[in-house]
């Protein structure tokens, strides 16, 4: 108790980041600095000297926020992306939120050239603001000794988040362990092709108007069978672990609780809310399930011997035991409610699409075929199938952009902006402008593939659109969220004609992540 005190207080008294009620790992100056040209750090250096101050950056102050999102407020009750579009028409395309309660003032920017600016001059370690909830339940948990200074996953920051990444890259980024979640995240998506023929209408095929959840269940049941080896049977809804629906209870409960903690004010840093009270208890349950699972894993793995690793759990196992069980609980917060929000867009795409649904199923019958089963070789080619994928995310992204804390001052929109400042780069509120997208607001998946008559539709700025990040930083679990989303999308296409009735206007609300609102009563008619 007294060392994790000791470790705390150091973190918080070094940190150069993070406000000081907010906690930040270590950085090693030497292991984080920046390698870049002197020319080009000369050109900054001189556009610092030009700026304007960053005191006279526009922006609300702090009691007019507090003012906006109470009662009868103009921001109370908005989602996200609305009050951040709010504040970019009063005050231009870079402004500042104040923070509140312990939290760091924000720095908002809608201009690409900083986003650019910031994502070249980051360095090895990039630091990412935004969980500083999960730090600290980290660190305050009880003395159990999974967390600590040096074991703290997404969460952490610096040198010591670049040795977490050293350790997993090998096992999650390497494309060839793609291999190892083909077969678990098809077998879970051949049980949910059946789920569909259970729970449709017998005579409109519709599927019920809670389809989403039934969505979010594929969803945990994918990122579950790779996380913790083993199938919990939530999306047939039978035969479930008994653990299984609690688990996903309490991840709905953690991602509800994000935005009322991490964006809106909150003073749960002073006095424990029933909001923190409940995103605390659902932390705890998510890790000691997850923790007694990889603990079985081990014990299946010592009495079995020696080998290389049939599954990504066995090989984060082998790297270090509290490394395989904090990868576990990050996969499952940060993997489940993503990709159901980011298939909730395919299929409505799809759905609303017919004829480039038609082409869709084309590509994948000629590659793969109606029930041939999914490899590594027959997945190679299907650009249609990934363009789908990619446009679905420009209409409907998951969440406004990125987060960053810049790495020396920096000159923004012509601004002075120190080392040290929290950025919102909101690049996903600018997909469906024109100026980025021609004819942003339809479906157009072609306009990802390499053909000439598209080149007039294609991305104008490389970072407009950076669904999985940018850099050191860039998600961890993309390669499987992109094989999860295309196995199921395809299994879905090849089985199924998929049609939606009704409107689609403001499917999505933003909670700062992407979540869809409207019933999604699909009618899905089996393929002859």
């Known amino acids: 108790m007294l060392s994790n005190l000791v ?10 980041t993070f406000c000081r009620f907010y906690s930040a790992t270590v950085v090693n100056p030497k292991t984080n600095s920046l390698s870049l040209d002197p020319s080009y750090t000369s050109i900054l250096q001189e556009e610092w000297q030009q700026a304007k101050s960053f005191k006279s950056i526009p922006g609300p102050k702090k009691f007019q926020l507090i003012r906006d999102f109470m009662s009868g407020g103009d921001f109370h009750g908005k989602t996200f992306d609305s009050v951040l579009r709010m504040c970019r028409q009063r005050y231009g395309d870079v402004y500042l939120m104040p923070g509140m309660f312990g939290k760091q003032t924000n720095l908002i920017t809608f201009n690409l050239a900083d986003h650019e600016k910031i994502f070249r001059t980051e360095g090895p370690h990039p630091l990412r603001p935004g969980n500083e909830i999960i730090f600290d339940y980290r660190l305050q948990r009880k003395n159990d000794g999974l967390y600590d200074a040096e074991n703290l996953g997404v969460a952490g920051n610096g040198a010591q988040w670049g040795r977490f990444r050293h350790a997993v890259n090998p096992v999650l980024m390497q494309p060839r362990n793609t291999v190892l979640y083909i077969e678990p995240t098809q077998k879970v998506n051949n049980d949910f092709i059946e789920r569909i ?38 999306v047939r809804n039978k035969n479930a672990v008994p653990e299984a629906q609690e688990l996903f209870n309490n991840l709905q409960t953690f991602n509800a ?5 991490g964006i809106k004010p909150s003073i749960h840093r002073y006095i424990k809310t029933p909001t923190y009270k409940k995103f605390e208890k659902s932390m705890d349950t998510i890790t000691d399930i997850c923790r007694r699972h990889v603990e079985e894993t081990l014990q299946r793995i010592e009495g079995r011997g020696a080998d290389d690793g049939k599954s990504v759990l066995e090989k984060l196992v082998k790297i270090d035991r509290k490394i395989a069980t904090i990868m576990a609980v ?6 489940v409610d993503p990709t159901s929000s980011i298939m909730s867009a395919a299929l409505l795409c799809i759905a609303t699409n017919p004829e480039k649904q038609e082409r869709l ?3 994948i019958l000629t590659a793969i075929g109606r029930n041939e089963a999914f490899s590594m070789e027959n997945m190679k080619n299907l650009p249609y199938l990934r363009a789908c994928i990619k446009e679905s995310m420009r209409l409907y992204p998951l969440i406004f952009g990125n987060m960053r804390t810049t790495a020396m001052d920096l000159c923004l929109s012509g601004y002075q902006v120190p080392k040290g400042t929290h950025v919102f780069l909101t690049s996903n509120m600018l997909l469906k402008e024109e100026c980025y ?12 593939l390499r053909m000439k008559d ?8 490389p970072f407009v659109f950076l669904p999985f990040g940018f850099g050191p930083r860039s998600c961890v679990g993309k390669r499987i969220v992109e094989l999860q989303l295309e196995i199921t999308l395809a299994n879905i296409v090849r089985n199924f004609k998929v049609e939606y009735n009704y409107p689609t206007e403001n499917a999505f609300k933003n909670y700062f992540m992407n979540t869809c609102v409207i019933p999604l009563k699909f009618k899905l008619t089996d393929l002859p």
């Open 7 to 16: 470790n705390r207080t150091q973190i918080v008294l070094e940190s150069r």
């Open 197 to 234: 023929r259970e729970i449709r209408h017998p005579t409109t095929l519709e599927v019920p108007e809670d389809f989403l959840r039934e969505i979010k269940r594929l969803a945990f049941e994918s990122v579950a069978v790779i996380a913790l080896d083993k199938e919990l049977g939530l």
């Open 257 to 261: 609780s994000l935005y009322d903690l």
């Open 330 to 335: 990050d996969m499952l917060m940060f993997g």
């Open 361 to 363: 199923r084309k590509e």
């Open 437 to 448: 997208f021609p004819q942003a607001n339809e479906f157009i998946p072609e306009r990802w």
């Open 454 to 461: 598209m080149d007039n539709l294609k991305i104008s700025n």
